[in-house]
């Protein structure tokens, strides 16, 4: 299959960390594709034709041709076999390639509390929160304890070269980096090497509607 036709459709905010991830895999590939924006809060992404090509009625949603395919890491998973590209997108070695698939799923399903009150509006919209709440200063120790246990001393990325799990687990911490919020300085470090990347940057720089 060729890379015609490729049309992605993120949150009209720019704002959807998982509509972020999808963005920087294709630019990481070199794949050429448009964009068109869903405004979730006209809840646009139930309108029959979004819905029918969604199945699961979110962003982002990659268009290949006719294949129509949701939620984020599953399109991560098949633009890697798909097109490889250059750079690839996940660990070559199987087990570390589980391990960022691992990583995926449990910042997608987990640490509800940093979520919710570190929005990405922190991370897009430089919006600045209260303190966290106890229930977050937990998810975020259990955040930390995890990222520390993931990230040899010393490395830039996750599993030697850097894949696009390295985008994921930085955005959660810069969710509490860009809020000031207290992060260790090598989990830190980390979160501002990855968001310098030339893929992220470009998502980052995209022109944002006001809230």
Excluded: C
Aim: proline share 6%; net charge neutral; no cysteine.
């Amino acid at each position: 299959m060729s890379a015609q036709d490729l049309l992605l459709y993120v949150d009209a905010q720019y704002a959807s960390p998982y509509a972020m991830s999808v963005f920087v895999a294709l630019h990481e590939q070199g794949l050429s594709f448009e964009i068109q924006t869903v405004d979730l809060a006209l809840k646009a992404q139930h309108e029959p034709g979004y819905a029918t090509r969604s199945l699961t009625r979110r962003v982002p949603t990659l268009v290949h041709g006719g294949f129509a395919l949701s939620e984020s890491s599953a399109i991560t998973e098949y633009l890697h076999e798909v097109f490889g590209g250059a750079v690839p997108l996940y660990p070559a070695e199987p087990q570390q390639r589980a391990r960022a698939r691992q990583v995926q799923a449990w910042l997608r399903s987990d640490l509800m509390p940093i979520r919710q009150e570190r929005s990405t509006e922190v991370v897009f919209y430089g919006a600045r929160k209260p303190a966290l709440s106890i229930e977050a200063q937990a998810a975020a120790h259990k955040l930390f304890a995890a990222a520390e246990g993931l990230l040899p001393v010393g490395a830039e990325h996750l599993f030697g070269t850097w894949s696009i799990a390295d985008v994921d687990l930085a955005l959660m911490l810069n969710r509490l980096v860009l809020n000031g919020d207290a992060v260790p300085e090598r989990l830190a470090h980390y979160a501002r090497h990855q968001w310098q990347r030339p893929s992220v940057q470009q998502w980052v720089q995209q022109r944002r509607p006001p809230l």
